[in-house]
């Protein structure tokens, strides 16, 4: 299984930018699609995330700024990240929960991660 994020990059403050991350291999199906990020210095974090069947959660820094969607026929998970501060400057990781074909156990998997910096 690979996840490829793309869409990180340098932003000023109160800027947007939307992340994408693309979920390929030999998947049956895929549970549970989030977003974490770590600062430098800080441990990871949630930021949010979305189940299989479309119910979201945020952290609460995040909450009215973030979005999280997916595209289930592309296996792809989106965060639509609004009024960026500083303060959310981080690497971005995507993580999912996965079945896999032919395996009879799900699985979790993690991005390489996507540098957001935002300038003040």
């Known amino acids: 299984v690979q996840l490829v994020e793309s869409g990180g990059g340098l932003v000023q403050a109160g800027g947007s930018l939307r992340l994408s991350c693309i979920v390929s291999?030999?998947?049956?199906?895929?549970?549970?699609m989030s977003w974490y990020r770590q600062a430098p210095g800080k441990q990871r974090e949630l930021v949010a995330g979305i189940t299989s069947g479309g119910s979201t959660n945020y952290a609460d820094s995040v909450k009215g700024r973030f979005t999280i969607s997916r595209d289930n026929a592309k296996n792809t998970v989106y965060l639509q990240m609004s009024s960026l501060n500083a303060e959310d400057t981080a690497v971005y990781y995507c993580?999912?929960?996965?079945?896999?074909?032919?395996?009879?156990?799900?699985?979790?998997?993690w991005g390489q991660g996507t540098q957001v910096t935002v300038s003040s």
């Open positions: 993580n999912v929960d996965v079945w896999r074909v032919g395996v009879s156990r799900h699985s979790d998997y």
């Open positions: 291999g030999r998947i049956f199906s895929i549970n549970a």
